[in-house]
């Protein structure tokens, strides 16, 4: 796995590198609050990371911390809000 984890931290520039580690040192190397997904392409490193929400979960504190973080040091980050549709509530 330290492969993948190192095209990824390739894959992003030094500003974003510089924020993930000012964070993580800011909470005692705490990933409370990170983005669920972490999505890349390694054909054009392209790297994006993405909060999945429940339709009745809102972001907390440390999430906003991040997201705020990673987008001020120009990371793509994206809020998932997952949808049920009729379907699935009828399986449930």
């Known amino acids: ?3 993948e984890v190192m095209v990824v931290s390739d894959s992003l520039v030094g500003t974003a590198v ?3 580690c000012r964070i993580l040192c800011e909470n005692g190397a705490s990933t409370t609050g990170f983005p ?3 999505l890349w392409r390694y054909q054009d ?3 994006r990371f993405v909060e999945v929400k429940s339709p ?3 972001l907390n504190e440390p999430q906003k911390v991040w997201m705020d973080a990673l987008l001020s040091a ?4 994206d809020l998932a ?3 049920i549709t009729s379907n699935e509530a009828q399986a449930t």
């Open 81 to 83: 809000k997952v949808r």
């Open 36 to 38: 669920d997904l972490t």
């Open 1 to 3: 796995h330290i492969d």
């Open 56 to 58: 009745k979960d809102r």
């Open 45 to 47: 490193r392209q790297v």
């Open 74 to 77: 120009g990371v793509a980050v």
């Open 18 to 20: 510089a924020a993930l």
